[in-house]
């Protein structure tokens, strides 16, 4: 009897969720109590509006999503400073968009990476940045290629040392220089030339 009355709190508590309002009026569905200084009640689930359990799933998704890449991103940082494949790189990203960048040369590179770590910094770089498969090959190897866009030449080569930049009517031309009078062309965030 007790096992049944457990079982059935149990299950009503997973028919409902905690909506909570931050001071700036963003709503959280969540299954466990609000924070403290959040507006919170309680929502059964079954009283959801279609786009409300979407908004829920996809935020859970989301949030499972970015714990994976942040995971990812640490696995990487530790078996780079225990290997050879320096981790200068995961490091020292200005951004997160140039961390996942570096990062796909590191995972493309190194052999002791984890394979699920792997295949989380690749689908975030090809979802979010538009790396492409096509383009493994000319990263692994450390060189640009024309058609490339700029987050795999940063997977190739690193950080430029400087970016020169041109914006007229017609767009935006970068030009990255790095070391060695090596240089890297873009129009519109695409390869189109390089120079060495």
């Known amino acids: 009897m007790v096992v049944l009355a457990v079982c059935l709190a149990s299950y009503a508590e997973a028919q409902t969720l905690h909506k909570c309002t931050d001071k700036s009026g963003k709503v959280v569905y969540q299954d466990r109590p ?10 059964e689930r079954s009283n959801l509006t279609e786009s409300e359990a979407r908004a ?26 225990a290997h050879e494949c ?3 790189a995961v490091l020292t990203g200005n951004n997160q968009r140039e961390k996942i960048c570096l990062a796909v040369g590191r995972v493309l590179r190194c052999n002791n990476i984890a394979p699920d770590d792997r295949d989380v910094i690749l689908f975030k770089a090809t979802r979010d940045f538009g790396v492409k498969k096509a383009d493994y090959g000319d990263i692994t190897s450390g060189r640009a290629s024309i058609g490339m866009n700029s987050c795999s030449v940063i997977a190739a080569l690193g950080h430029p040392e400087r970016v020169n930049r041109t914006t007229t009517s017609s767009g935006t031309r970068e030009q990255l220089v790095y070391g060695d009078r090596k240089y890297v062309y873009l129009d519109n965030g695409v390869v189109t030339a390089w120079q060495d």
Do not use: H, L, Q, W
């Open 86 to 88: 320096a981790p200068d």
């Open 34 to 43: 609000c924070d403290t200084g959040k507006v919170a009640s309680r929502v």
């Open 56 to 81: 829920i799933e996809r935020e859970r998704s989301d949030k499972e999503y970015r714990n994976a890449f942040d995971a990812a991103i640490d696995g990487i940082r530790r078996r780079s400073m």
